[in-house]
Nanobody
Framework: QVQPVESGGGLVQAGGSLRLSCAASGRTLSMYAVGWFRQAPGKEREFVAAVSWSGGNIYYADSVKGRFTISRDNAKNTVSLQMNSLKPEDTAVYYC???????????????????WGQGTQVTVSS
């Protein structure tokens, strides 16, 4: 099975940028759809962005559309989330999740994803 591993979190001022990466140990990530989710303190986990295994289908939450960009490089076995124009409300733990090709359901739902990373903290100061 695949084990996602996130990196790239940190502290940034409002208006700044961060780039998160999701790599994988175990099996290659290239055959899995990948989603990014986040969870702020006291709030439920929410969908951020997702990309199909081929990269041909991409999905964003309305709250990040136009500011965040998800991309994948199957040759490097990574999926990235470029986050620009960050806001304090983007502060959260960000999780990378992988969905087996056998799974169906909405890309926006965490129920689709079987494999989850440990998360990386993103903090945006005002």
């Amino acid at each position: 099975q695949v084990q996602p591993v996130e990196s790239g979190g940190g502290l940034v001022q409002a208006g700044g940028s961060l780039r998160l990466s999701c790599a994988a140990s175990g099996r290659t990530l290239s055959m899995y759809a990948v989603g990014w989710f986040r969870q702020a303190p006291g709030k439920e986990r929410e969908f951020v962005a997702a990309v199909s295994w081929s990269g041909g289908n991409i999905y964003y939450a309305d709250s990040v559309k136009g500011r965040f960009t998800i991309s994948r490089d199957n040759a490097k076995n990574t999926v990235s989330l470029q986050m620009n124009s960050l806001k304090p409300e983007d502060t959260a733990v960000y999780y990378c999740a992988a969905s087996s090709p056998l799974n169906s359901g909405s890309y926006y739902s965490d129920a689709r994803y079987s494999y989850w990373g440990q998360g990386t903290q993103v903090t945006v100061s005002s």
